[in-house]
């Protein structure tokens, strides 16, 4: 069963239940497969998303679980239909970024030395 607190999005197809999650070896194949970094990327998702960059961000979202090819991966969205592939994307980029999602910026770690002295 998929967690969203770990930023799982569930997909049933037929009889299965697949899991889509961005984690960052996710993000790291799809980054290296477009040639774009994932700000980039999430640029592109909007209403106008092409049936190409859709199929290969549900193709990512889905290899850590499953490794599956992006033909099967296709086969998946042809299933369950284009809008939906599209919603549950959605879905599981934001529960990847929670914090674009309410607009915090980034936790930065701290320069070295800074802290509290003893």
Excluded: C
Excluded at 20 to 37: D, H, M, S
Excluded at 40 to 65: H, P, Y
């Amino acid at each position: 069963m998929a967690n969203p607190i770990r930023g799982e999005v569930g997909v049933k197809v037929g009889e299965e239940t697949y899991t889509l999650v961005f984690t960052i070896n996710a993000i790291v194949e799809l980054e290296e497969r477009l040639g774009k970094p994932i700000s980039e990327i999430a640029g592109g998702m909007g209403s106008n998303v092409s049936f190409s960059l859709l199929r290969t961000l549900f193709w990512a979202g889905l290899q850590d679980r499953h490794g599956l090819s992006e033909v099967e991966a296709g086969n998946l969205m042809q299933e369950i239909g284009f809008a939906e592939a599209s919603k549950l994307v959605t879905q599981a980029f934001a529960r990847a970024f929670p914090e674009a999602q309410r607009g915090a910026r980034p936790r930065q770690a701290p320069a070295s030395g800074a802290g509290a002295s003893s």
